[in-house]
């Protein structure tokens, strides 16, 4: 991943809102959920959600799929582990083993 995206992807989590958004995506799992289920659940008014999802998407972190009349958002797994693997790579001097 490039240093780029690590640093689009950091900034979109770094508010309290998107990053539960994002935890909320990778706890659905591969079948995700509609903003009205992720607004119910995390409390948040519709025009705040579309707000954080877009600015989620713009870092690539959730793809935004339409479902009928209706849009289905899923976190971004591939791009989720490239972002975890970029903080780590370089883990206790490239000696991942040695971390654990």
Not at 23 to 31: C, E, I, M, Y
Not at 77 to 100: K, S, V
Request: aromatic letters at 6%; glycine letters at 10%.
């Amino acid at each position: 991943m490039e240093s780029d995206r690590i640093v689009d992807a950091l900034a979109a989590l770094a508010q309290k809102s998107r990053l539960a958004v994002f935890r909320w995506l990778v706890q659905a799992g591969p079948q995700g959920g509609h903003p009205g289920d992720i607004a119910e659940q995390l409390g948040l008014a519709p025009a705040t959600l579309s707000f954080h999802l877009k600015a989620l998407a713009q870092a690539g972190l959730v793809r935004a799929t339409p479902s009928g009349r209706h849009i289905r958002y899923t976190a971004d797994y591939e791009a989720m582990r490239g972002l975890i693997d970029y903080l780590t790579e370089n883990c206790c001097g490239g000696q991942p083993l040695l971390c654990a």
